[in-house]
């Protein structure tokens, strides 16, 4: 049994995910909770040197089944390594990005479907989210955010593959209404974390 809490942040390149964890983490601290924050594909030794394999400029030949089974292998190491071990011991898990990423890239956004899903079952070992938060940003809004920065592999793709991305992440939000907290991600930085803050407070009291 899970004593910690398990929150992953969801949603397209750009949308404000590492923004608003390092706020909600700071949120957390100050309330006492032990909080232990991590991301995907990394969060261990293993899972970085996959998160290179994948996101380098330089793997454009790569398969998209392929891209879809090193994301499950960087993912099972982080379950079994840090996100279990942490939840065992009652803290507060935050990983940026989760298994939603892998269904709404590789599953809508590369075309891979139901396989997706399959390849993860084993990689999550039922160790899911109790909360996700999706932030929900138009794609083209979430690409302008980032036009200054360096661009990974998947970064890089396609217009067209981010607005299949994104209407994945739509149906994932649909799909699981009690796990998956949809939020309008186009306010101020501080628009988005005070609707985030009052929605968890009510989700940490029950
Ligand atoms: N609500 C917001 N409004 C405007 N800019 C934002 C907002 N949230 C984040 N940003 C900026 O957009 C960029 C991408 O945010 P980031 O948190 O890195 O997104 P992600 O981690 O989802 O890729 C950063 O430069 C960040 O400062
Ligand atoms: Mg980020």
Same mark, same amino acid.
């Given at each position: 049994m899970n004593r910690g809490f398990f929150i992953t942040f969801e949603g397209?390149? #750009? *949308? #404000?995910k590492s923004t608003q964890i390092s706020i909600l983490r700071e949120c957390l601290i100050e309330k006492g909770y032990d909080v232990i924050l991590t991301r995907e594909p990394g969060g261990t030794d293993i899972s970085e040197k996959i998160r290179e394999l994948i996101l380098d400029?330089?793997? #454009?030949?790569?398969e998209d089944i392929t891209e879809a089974y090193l994301y499950a292998a960087a993912r099972a190491q982080l379950v079994r390594q840090l996100i279990k071990p942490a939840l065992e011991e009652g803290k507060v898990v935050i990983c940026d990005r989760f298994v939603d990423s892998s269904i709404a890239y590789q599953g809508f956004g590369r075309g891979l479907g139901d396989a997706v899903g399959i390849i993860n079952t084993y990689a999550v070992d039922d160790c899911m989210p109790d909360l996700t938060i999706l932030l929900k940003l138009d794609p083209e809004r979430g690409s302008s955010r980032i036009a200054g920065r360096e661009h990974d592999r998947i970064e890089q793709a396609s217009d067209e593959f981010h607005r299949k991305v994104y209407e994945g992440y739509l149906k994932l939000e649909e799909k699981y209404p009690d796990r998956i907290l949809g939020v309008d991600? *186009? #306010?101020?930085i501080q628009e988005i974390a005070d609707e985030i803050s009052h929605r968890l407070d009510e989700i940490m009291e029950r």
């Open positions: 397209g390149d #750009g *949308s #404000g400029p330089e793997n #454009g030949e790569m991600a *186009s #306010g101020t």
